[in-house]
Structures are given as C-alpha cells and as structure tokens.
C-alpha cells in the first residue's frame, strides 16, 4: 500500500481558495452504534454539557494501539480539498497520541493526515485536556480523483483515555481554527513565517546589488556604490542580531526571535566574509592602474 503524508501546501491551499464550505456528513455515534455498526468504545450522552454526544476509548496497557473509530464509505468529495471535524477531550495519555484520517484512493493507494502538530486544530493528544476543537484536513492534487473511502483512527501509544465528539465531514473553502495567541507575544507563528521570508526576500536583493557592484568594481567603478550596499547589508543583519537577543532576553517565543538571530547571523557573517572580498579586489584593481601607467 502506497503512503503519503499530506503537506502544508495542502493547507495554505485551502486558506486561499475562494469556494464555500459545505458540510458532507454529520457522523454521530449513536446512529453508528443503533445502525448495527461495531464501535470500540462506550458511546455516552451529558445533556447540558458543551458536547452531549461522545464515545469513550481507552487504552489500560503500556503497548502501542490503533483503534478503527469509523469508515465512510463513498464520501462524495468533489472539491479538492475537505476535513472532519470534531471536538476532542483526553486524561492521562502517556506519550503522543493522535487522531488519523485513512484517505484511500481505489484499491492501493492511500493517504494519511494525522494530528502531529504542537498546537491549533492539528495538535497531537499528551497528557490531558478538556474539550477542544480538532480538524483534520486533506488535499487533493488539481485533475486526481476524488476518495473512494475515508477511515477514521485513533492511535495510543500507552494508557490513557480519549473521548471523541460527534463528527463532520466538510469540504470546499474550510475555514482552520488557528491556535489562539500567547498573551504578550509580539507577533504569531504565522506572522512569524511572513517575517522571515521577507527577511530573505530583503538578504537577496542586498546580495544582487552586491553583485552588480563586485562587477562595476571590476571594470575599475562602482566603489561607493559597492561599499554602500555593503555596509547596508550589515547594518541589517547586526539589527536583526540586536532585535532577536532582545526578544529572547525578553522571553519572547521562539518563533519571534530565532527568525531574527539565524537571518541576522547570516547577514553578519557573509558581510564580514565580503569586505576582505571588496577590499582585495579593489587593491588588485588600483594595482593594474599603476601598473598601466607606469607602462604608459
């Protein structure tokens, strides 16, 4: 059987594409159970609870488990990308667990998507937590065919129990629940990525400018120039040096400063490596000169 992990692509994806959400499926458990289906846990009900519908699973070894929660059979997908969706709850679970998402296409091929993340909708299950959302996504390459069946799974790694709530199938322009912001960081994750792309947007455009100098230095010009962009170049990387000690210092989160100390670090080193680059090369160049003259 052939498997692959769905990508963050797949995510960014659904963030951008402009169709609606339709929901699919509404997959209770009660119906599954009074329908004659075989499930490995105990369905419960709390009426006036956040969640009134959930089934039970446990795990009370310390070996590894993978309990088959449900198959939807034809899903239906027409749209490239879908997600179930659900509310999760768990107490005691030793090491990482996760919920799982079997996509199969025809007879051998299938797909997972798991919740592996450190936090949001994808989050792994460790230790215990009450009732919070979780959405496990997938997408599908523009053309492909759609799945012929979807298998639901949860996977323990020891003992623990997890409660699972009612569930849907939802397709089309999804919505993904970001984890909420830790008070007092200056920025998220995500801004954190947009950050440190434009830092290296900005790293290489300073580096072709670099460049187009190193050429003009060769043709005996461009010297201001070159220096310029130089001392600009490592201006930006000891500010992003400074910026990240700062946060760190601070006890901002890792992704605000680490984009700052790597991308800084990096400027710093390749514009203290170049200006005994520049430096030589402009002696070779003035070195020319003189010899020129003295044979003129």
């Known amino acids: 059987m052939k498997i692959k992990i769905t990508t963050i692509i797949g995510l960014l994806v659904m963030a951008l594409d402009c169709q609606a959400e339709t929901v699919l499926r509404e997959l209770s458990w009660a119906d599954i159970a009074s329908g004659g289906g075989s499930l ?10 956040s969640v009134e519908e959930y089934i039970r699973l446990a795990n009370t070894t310390d070996e590894k488990k993978t309990l088959s929660l449900l198959t939807i059979d034809e899903p239906g997908i027409k749209e ?3 997600v179930i969706t659900g509310q999760v709850r768990y107490e005691g679970i030793e090491g990482t667990a996760f919920l799982e998402t079997m996509n199969h296409f025809g007879a051998d091929q299938a797909y997972f998507s798991r919740t592996v993340m450190d936090s949001g909708p994808m989050q792994s299950l460790s230790g215990s937590s009450d009732w919070r959302n979780f959405q496990i996504p997938f997408f599908i390459n523009e053309g492909n065919e759609r799945p012929t069946k979807i298998d639901f799974n949860l996977t323990m790694p020891g003992k623990g129990t997890v409660d699972i709530s009612s569930l849907r199938l939802v397709e089309g322009n999804i919505k993904m629940d970001l984890p909420p912001r830790v008070s007092g960081e200056w920025w998220d994750d995500r801004t954190a990525g947009i950050i440190g792309g434009s830092m290296g947007v900005i790293g290489g455009l300073l580096g072709a400018l670099l460049g187009i100098g190193g050429s003009l230095i060769g043709r005996g010009k461009g010297r201001t120039f070159s220096w310029a962009i130089l001392i600009i170049f490592i201006s930006v990387g000891l500010f992003e040096v400074l910026f990240g000690l700062v946060a760190l210092v601070l006890g901002q989160p890792a992704h605000v ?35 020129a003259m003295d044979v003129g």
């Open 40 to 49: 490995p846990g105990e369905v419960q009900t709390d009426a006036g609870q």
């Open 80 to 82: 490239n990308h879908y």
């Open 257 to 291: 400063y680490s984009p700052a100390l790597w991308c800084g670090g990096l400027f710093l080193v390749l514009g203290i490596s170049l200006v005994g680059v520049i430096r030589k090369r402009m002696e070779q160049m003035e070195l020319h000169r003189m010899r």
